[in-house]
């Protein structure tokens, strides 16, 4: 029973050597090659998030104005069927001077999604009657992203095979196989972010700086595909 457990031992030694063998006359003949696609793509969509807030020492009192406000405002926006409306977080939060609680801050926010911009910074002036501006940004949507991301995976997918036909002519080979294969997309933090000027700004003298900051930039969508293939 020893003795057949050695030669096992043996004959898998000599098939594990003779696999790496092989493994490495294959591996001689690979080369493994990256390229990659990118294209700027102008944002298409804004984002804007604004907010009612109230504080005082009723807290029930609080909330029904916040109530109001938000109604109000969800009210006029049914009018405007290009513009995606979600209700936000809703928050109810003691203020405290030296540990003790002095008053209330109830506070709520609504975002607002939409491609057509000029409406939105006419809304956004308009709903800043009552509610306070916290944020603007802009994306690209999603149906725009899909469609330059297949388009630029088509690009690069081709200028791989242009990679691999190249690198097989100047190397004197006949021809070539894909052992494996990656493809994976990414893009730059190019979003453009507005945040807390309403907290420094009146209503009435945020809404030409809303004017003036609807440039709403680009994004840089990048596909590289990776891999490696086997000359033949």
Do not use: C
């Not at 080369?31 to 907010?51: G, P, Q």
């Not at 030296?98 to 607002?112: E, F």
């Not at 899909?146 to 100047?170: C, F, G, M, S, V």
Request: hydrophobic share 40%.
């Amino acid at each position: 029973m020893k003795y057949f457990n050695s030669l096992l031992i043996v004959m898998a030694s000599f098939v594990f050597t003779d696999a790496d063998a092989h493994d490495a006359i294959k591996n001689y003949n690979q080369v493994s090659l990256e390229v990659s696609s990118s294209a700027d793509v102008e944002n298409d969509t804004m984002l804007v998030s604004l907010y009612a807030l109230e504080e005082g020492s009723k807290p029930v009192e609080l909330t029904n104005k916040v109530n109001e406000k938000i109604n109000w405002a969800l009210e006029k926006l049914k009018q405007y069927k290009n513009i995606k409306v979600e209700t936000e977080s809703y928050s109810t939060s003691p203020v405290y001077n030296k540990s003790q609680i002095i008053a209330w801050r109830v506070n709520q926010s609504i975002q607002l999604e939409s491609k057509d911009m000029p409406l939105m910074t006419q809304v956004i002036s308009e709903l800043q009657q009552q509610l306070k501006l916290s944020s603007l940004s802009f994306d690209v949507s999603r149906d725009k992203r899909e469609q330059q991301t297949q388009i630029l995976i088509d690009q690069a997918l081709t200028a791989y095979k242009q990679r691999a036909t190249q690198i097989t002519n100047k190397l004197q080979r006949d021809t070539y196989k894909i052992v494996n294969i990656n493809v994976s997309t990414s893009e730059s933090a190019g979003q453009y972010k507005y945040r807390g000027a309403s907290a420094m700004l009146s209503n009435a003298e945020m809404a030409p700086v809303i004017a003036a900051e609807v440039a709403s930039g680009d994004q840089t969508i990048t596909v590289r595909v990776n891999g490696t293939i086997e000359l033949e």
